[in-house]
């Protein structure tokens, strides 16, 4: 049973550019979340999506990011106009179920802005 | 609001032998979960213990333990016989209850250090 997909590992981007970053959840798992760690600090929430439906974006900036979960093909993180404080990575974890379920995560997208 | 702190920045430990790694959280939701999270320095998350807010004994895994003190509100993660291996960043983490279920909140991390 193959873990949670992330790619790209890392993606390299100017100011200015898109970034999509694609996430696969485990087989099975119909919950997907999204987390961005800052150099030296913890993950942070982004957005909790089930399949077509986004569930939490509570910890999503308003502006440049979004994420969708569509009912075929993996979750997709997007950020538009990339700017130099949006380097960080990007993790995704999936769990089968939201309560009561461990969220197993990806080995993450390290975006670098330059 | 819930928050989770890992007062310790970094810790070392000699290997073979045991370490706690503090983790101490705050939330008015009765019901919640507490994990703890390995990060070694190629950056993957792996998941290592889980401890459910209702559950009565502490969690075990093999060489991890949790000791939850609900009281006290704190998952202090044991690692017995180190291994070099287990020299990694290590993050407690909380999942929500209520309206925010299934998001987690990190603390700042634990940098374990384990010495031959």
């Known amino acids: 049973n193959a873990g949670v997909m992330q790619n790209p590992r890392h993606l390299v981007r100017r100011r200015g550019q898109e970034a999509r970053l694609r996430c696969s959840p485990m087989k099975g798992h119909s919950h997907v979340y999204w987390y961005r760690q800052l150099p030296e600090e913890g993950l942070k929430f982004m957005v909790y999506l089930q399949k077509e439906n986004i569930i939490d974006e509570s910890g999503m900036p308003k502006e440049r990011f979004s994420a969708e979960f569509p009912k075929e093909g993996p979750s997709i993180l997007r950020i538009q106009q990339v700017v130099r404080g949006d380097s960080a990575a990007y993790f995704c974890?999936?769990?089968?179920?939201?309560?009561?379920?461990?969220?197993?995560f990806g080995p993450g997208t390290r975006l670098l802005v330059l | 609001a819930q928050k989770i702190t890992q007062t310790q920045p970094g810790m070392f430990v000699q290997e073979k032998e045991a370490v706690t790694l503090d983790c101490t959280y705050d939330?008015?939701?009765?019901?919640?979960?507490l994990f703890w999270y390995k990060q070694p320095s190629s950056g993957e998350m792996i998941f290592l213990i889980y401890q459910g807010s209702y559950d009565q004994q502490n969690a075990t895994e093999g060489r991890y333990s949790l000791n939850f003190q609900k009281a006290r509100k704190s998952a202090n993660l044991v690692i017995s016989a180190s291994q070099l291996g287990d020299s990694a960043m290590y993050f407690c983490?909380?999942?929500?209850?209520?309206?925010?279920?299934?998001?987690?909140?990190f603390g700042q991390g634990t940098i374990l250090t384990v010495h031959p």
């Open positions: 974890a999936s769990s089968p179920r939201a309560v009561q379920e461990t969220q197993y």
């Open positions: 939330t008015s939701d009765p019901s919640y979960g």
């Open positions: 983490a909380m999942r929500h209850g209520g309206t925010s279920y299934g998001k987690l909140t």
